[in-house]
T-cell receptor, first 116, second 116 residues
Framework: DTEVTQTPKHLVMGMTNKKSLKCEQHMGHRAMYWYKQKAKKPPELMFVYSYEKLSINESVPSRFSPECPNSSLLNLHLHALQPEDSALYLC???????????????FGAGTRLSVL | AQKITQTQPGMFVQEKEAVTLDCTYDTSDPSYGLFWYKQPSSGEMIFLIYQGSYDQQNATEGRYSLNFQKARKSANLVISASQLGDSAMYFCAMIIMNTGFQKLVFGTGTRLLVSP
């Protein structure tokens, strides 16, 4: 089973709201990732968690706050977002962040976020 | 610099025909992995096929095969017997070595449209 589950599928929020995106995997993977994807563009890496610790932050603004409560769950807390933050947010997982050249990342279906 | 290039913004193919999606890459690292992902309009990034730099044979997965030409630094995806459900965006990606972890770098994508 190569399933990564993301909720909600769609989210509309105002610039003063606080919301969270959730991601879950049960493949025993120890690396989890958040990506942001704008329309007609490839995904851009935001954060990497390895063994439940934040490993990489790709210079993401502090209004995005990731959290990894356990090895299966990954959250992305959103606060005071801007309209330009509207995008598809994808979660992915892999066996290990340094799993060799064959470090396949499996993605969820994403959350489509609109910031008004 | 490590880079993935997809030169075809869009491709059209008739149902049941084969289609080749182009991908070239640039890296000085002898060890790397190449991946193809499919992204339907629903948003999910679906892993299709993997090729390692040291693999002697071209990878195949069902109707998908990867035409790996190392000297030319190309990793084209061949889809045989196209189906209507193959209509989607296709991304070529490469694992690159970065400081502390292996980063997945995507090309700009090719949109495939399969017609009846």
């Amino acid at each position: 089973d190569t399933e990564v589950t993301q909720t909600p599928k769609h989210l509309v929020m105002g610039m003063t709201n606080k919301k969270s995106l959730k991601c879950e995997q049960h493949m025993g993977h120890r690396a989890m990732y958040w990506y942001k994807q704008k329309a007609k563009k490839p995904p851009e890496l935001m954060f990497v968690y390895s063994y439940e610790k934040l490993s990489i932050n790709e210079s993401v603004p502090s209004r995005f706050s990731p959290e990894c409560p356990n090895s299966s769950l990954l959250n992305l807390h959103l606060h005071a977002l801007q309209p330009e933050d509207s995008a598809l947010y994808l979660c992915a997982s892999s066996q290990d962040k340094n799993g060799g050249a064959k470090n396949i990342q499996y993605f969820g279906a994403g959350t489509r976020l609109s910031v008004l | 610099a490590q880079k993935i290039t997809q030169t075809q913004p869009g491709m059209f193919v008739q149902e049941k025909e084969a289609v080749t999606l182009d991908c070239t890459y640039d890296t000085s690292d002898p060890s790397y992995g190449l991946f193809w992902y499919k992204q339907p309009s629903s948003g999910e990034m679906i892993f299709l096929i993997y090729q390692g730099s040291y693999d002697q044979q071209n990878a195949t997965e069902g109707r998908y095969s990867l035409n790996f030409q190392k000297a030319r630094k190309s990793a084209n995806l061949v889809i045989s017997a196209s189906q209507l459900g193959d209509s989607a965006m296709y991304f070529c990606a490469m694992i690159i070595m970065n400081t502390g972890f292996q980063k997945l770098v995507f090309g700009t994508g090719t949109r495939l449209l399969v017609s009846p």
